[in-house]
């Protein structure tokens, strides 16, 4: 989600428990989509054969993807190679070769909620520094869902992000976010992965969190392509994604968009 300066921070939609259960429910289906794109991902095979997987199987569990269409955007899956960071757009003429790390972003809407998650994916054999971006981002994931407790702020979880991801010498995309999520696809709170100065909201029991570092291995810096969507490193340097849907409870947080235990 692209940072901004309104109040979306005030829209903070708290869920009761059984509209949490659905959003597991919705998330649950993310992750079974994502499982598969793991099993799939190997050289040759295009984005576009990734997106057509991901929007079946949607499908096929009664649920619609919450991408396509979404501000105009064009695939079900948003697929981003090596240094693409988000919102890589699905194409038949793009292979993906041996030693690439491609992210998938995938979101559905069901029962009237969404679900959504991302994970960066070897293609074959990658080299030491990409496992190694890989690495820290996927577990400054796991450090920022520790922090979903009640009365924490938001700024824990972003500090849990951006502290790990640095001491590691990667950096912090700044100009796309974390969100809230619910009966909207983004909803408030914003969830930066750098800490800011002004004050951030207290995480309430029943908020539910898109939480998403996105780590570059060069500069936090990034443009966005002609094509109006797919994000890269200024640089040009790898890039990596993930992500998970979060309920604070009051036994602390709740993955729901887990797969596998991860």
Request: neutral net charge; glycine residues 8%; contains cysteine.
């Amino acid at each position: 989600m692209l940072a901004s300066k309104n109040d979306q921070n005030k829209n903070m939609m708290v869920k009761k428990s059984d509209e949490i259960l659905i959003m597991q429910e919705a998330n649950q289906i993310v992750a079974e989509t994502l499982t598969l794109l793991e099993d799939v991902v190997e050289p040759g095979i295009t984005t576009y054969e990734l997106d057509r997987l991901s929007e079946d199987l949607c499908r096929k569990r009664k649920a619609v993807p919450a991408f396509k269409g979404y501000r105009g955007f064009p695939g079900s899956l948003c697929v981003s190679i090596n240094e693409e960071v988000v919102h890589g757009i699905p194409s038949r003429k793009r292979k993906l070769k041996k030693g690439d790390i491609v992210s998938v972003d995938f979101g559905v809407k069901y029962k009237g909620f969404y679900g959504d998650s991302a994970m960066t994916i070897p293609v074959g054999k990658i080299d030491h520094s990409k496992h190694k971006l890989i690495e820290v981002t996927k577990e400054s994931l796991q450090r920022a869902i520790a922090q979903v407790e009640i009365g924490n702020r938001i700024a824990d979880i972003s500090n849990a992000v951006q502290q790990y991801v640095e001491e590691n010498g990667f950096s912090v995309v700044r100009q796309f976010v974390g969100h809230g999520i619910g009966t909207s696809l983004h909803e408030g709170p914003e969830i930066p992965n750098f800490v800011q100065e002004e004050p951030t909201p207290r995480i309430l029991e029943g908020l539910v969190l898109a939480i998403e570092p996105m780590v570059n291995m060069g500069t936090y810096k990034v443009k966005i392509l002609r094509d109006g969507w797919t994000v890269i490193t200024e640089d040009r340097k790898p890039s990596a994604h993930f992500e998970h849907s979060v309920a604070a409870t009051k036994d602390g947080p709740l993955v729901l968009s887990s797969r596998m235990g991860i």
